[in-house]
């Protein structure tokens, strides 16, 4: 790749990237898909489950939660991606956009690029709100942004995999309805809310083993420092292993499902 | 890859392109070129492959045999450089609807890599040679069907394509927005760009179209100036229409041995219509006795040169707006 073709490329992101957020400026409900719905899960969470659920972590389930919050809502908000590509790819966007004279590399690198950011805001207000009700990091300033950055650097390997659905479903409510049958279950079927060891065993075998449960393993460890409630062990560097697959595998079937778009 | 021979001032020249989806044969091999600076209107109707065409035309589908080129490039091997020279519209699918008319141009340039000022001031001209100047600032969702189209049709243009792709442009506008879609597409090929133009319409591609190739279920099965076509099914038609509609038949029975071939008839706008080859006059006359004898009250009698409604009719053994939609694709 020369550097001319290099420039272009990084514009021709850019220019996408820019598109992609000020559609999501502009549209309310995507503020509100982007701001509200975290807000009322962390809320939710805290004061009607957060009362039953035992745990014996300093600060009290709040603290527990935080970090599964933000690591659901890091693979939640990748829906928004799966379903902005879906419906690009049914109104025929995306082809307008192929026979434009741009880098292969732009539609999906600009909404990574958008959705990337997109999430790092939610990511925060969730943080916010988490304060407001009780949450304190722990473990420091370094470990705190870490945090976000692991959390961050998930959700862009889940977006991967939204892409990848997005473009091979092309149908907005099919990929809605996939969506919630992989998400669902991985979210949930994890660390996130509740202990795994309150899980039946086969559900166990599951929870423990899977990424969500690494990274949010993860995550807690960063937030609340590296205790022996919240250990880091080997969460960490299994969540970048996972991280690093999942992009290696769904990026490639991402790219291979757009240039199928037609 | 070297073009035909013959490609010389040929802006697009299609050989033998064929494509299939699954079971379905959307092209079977059609052939066709157009000159340099010349308007092709693609007629026929929905499924016909009118579509299936425009997409290997410009790099999105691959044909399964056969080539095709686009100012001397080959859509498959040099589908880049084909790109650089193209544009596409149709049905308003460029624009972001969050948009405001002016951001979408300049988005447009900005990926066709003008610098921003160059993205601002095209875009401002182009706002102003469509009409647009006025809801330039607004977002496009707030645009009606018409100026939609026209937006997108501006879009397409950011770049100064030598060949412009239309894919059905008034599809779904209502006549007034038609006819302003028309003097704009005019305008444009007055400035040389070289079109190629799908429809359904007939009167459009008449009216917009310098050849005409007729396309159904995949292959080209007529082509030539309008003027051409219309002589193929040779000589003039006597039309009227039957207000009292339960007399229809009675009306058809009576004119039946009349003229050559059957009659045509629209039984929902009760239109009876004839061809009488070169006998005109006296098959207008024979009309107006025959319906007379059989007490048929008829309206609107008239003699009048073929449309390209008749002369599709007559090539396809089915009228282009009644068919409904076999291929999607």
Known sequence: ??????????????????????????????????????????????????????????????????????????????????????????????????????????????????????????????????????????????????????????????????????????????????????????????????????????????????????????????????????????????SIVWIAAIVAVFMPLAVRAYKRVS | MTAPTNAGDKAIVVEGLRKSFGKVEALRGIDFAVQRGTVLGVLGPNGAGKTTAVRILTTLLQPDAGRAFVEDHDVVREAAAVRNVIGLAGQSTAIVDELTGHENLEMVGRLHHLTRTQARARAGDLLAQFDLEDAADRAAKTYSGGMLRRLDLAASLVAHPAVLFLDEPTTGLDPRSRLAMWDVIRTLVAGGTTLLLTTQYLDEADELADDIIVIDHGQVIAEGTAEELKGRIGGDVVEFTVPDRSRIDDAIAAIDTLGEGDPVLDRHRGQVAIRVGSRGSEALVETVRRLDAAGVESAGLSLRRPSLDDVFLALTGHAAAAVADEVTA
């Open chain 1, 1 to 238: 790749m020369t550097e001319q073709s290099l420039r272009w490329a990084v514009n021709d992101a850019w220019v996408l990237t820019w598109r992609n957020l000020t559609v999501w400026r502009r549209v309310p409900a995507y503020l509100v898909f982007t701001i509200v719905q975290p807000t009322i899960f962390t809320l939710l969470f805290r004061f009607v489950f957060g009362g039953a659920i035992p745990v014996a972590i300093p600060g009290g389930y709040v603290n527990y939660l935080l970090p599964g919050v933000i690591g659901q809502t890091a693979a939640f908000a990748t829906m928004a991606t799966a379903i902005s590509l879906a419906i690009e790819a049914q109104k025929g966007v995306i082809d307008r956009l192929r026979v434009m004279p741009i880098a292969r590399s732009a539609v999906l690198l600009g909404r990574l690029a958008a959705d990337g950011f997109r999430m790092l805001v939610t990511l925060l207000v969730i943080i916010a709100v988490g304060y407001a009700v009780g949450f304190r990091f722990s473990g420091g300033v370094g470990a705190a942004l870490g945090m976000i950055a692991l959390a961050e650097a998930f959700g862009l390997a889940l977006c991967c995999v939204s892409m990848f659905i997005g473009l091979a479903l092309r149908q907005e409510e099919a990929v809605q309805a996939f969506g919630l049958i992989w998400l669902f279950p991985l979210t949930f079927v994890s660390s996130a809310f509740v202990p795994v060891q309150s899980m039946p065993g086969w559900l166990q075998a599951f929870a423990v083993n899977q990424p969500v449960t690494h990274v949010i393993n993860a995550l807690r460890a960063l937030a609340l420092g590296d205790t022996r409630v919240t250990p880091m062990g080997d969460n960490l560097w299994l």
